[in-house]
């Protein structure tokens, strides 16, 4: 199957790009969070927010789901990662309602390109949950 994109949100082309960078420790290439400045993991001063999950298993799977949220909605791709055999998931933030909205248009587009593992939001993150996201080279 063949599902050209016309016109991809350059706020989800993030999402799939980036340099490639092997670790022998975990036996696979090494993904880094897209982005153009350095986040840092804190949510103190700034307005609710939340970030939703999409993972598939298939690239052009995620792909096209994380182009679709980010043409749904006002979100920003935070970082992608790679899973082995397949997996990536994709993490957004957005508000709430853009972040709902987001994911499940994404979750939409997988069927038929990939197949879905996991789509969540989670709704005002905590420092912690955040920390774990993975940091800017």
Known sequence: M??????????????????????PL??????HTPGE??????????????VGL?????FTAVFEA??????????EVLAREKLGGGYITVV????????RA????????????GKLIAAHVIPSPTEAVLSLLPKQP
């Open 54 to 58: 999409i993972e598939t298993q298939g």
């Open 37 to 50: 400045h350095y986040r840092e993991a804190t949510v103190k001063g700034q307005a609710p927010f939340a």
């Open 92 to 99: 957004i933030k957005g508000d709430v309602a853009a972040v």
């Open 2 to 23: 063949t599902d050209i994109i016309p016109n991809p949100e350059p706020r989800g082309r993030r999402g799939w790009q980036g340099g490639k960078e092997y670790n």
């Open 26 to 31: 975990i036996e696979q290439d090494v993904v």
């Open 102 to 113: 987001a994911v499940e248009a994404g979750k939409a587009k997988v069927d038929g390109l």
């Open 66 to 75: 994380i182009d679709t949220a980010c043409k749904t909605a006002d979100v």
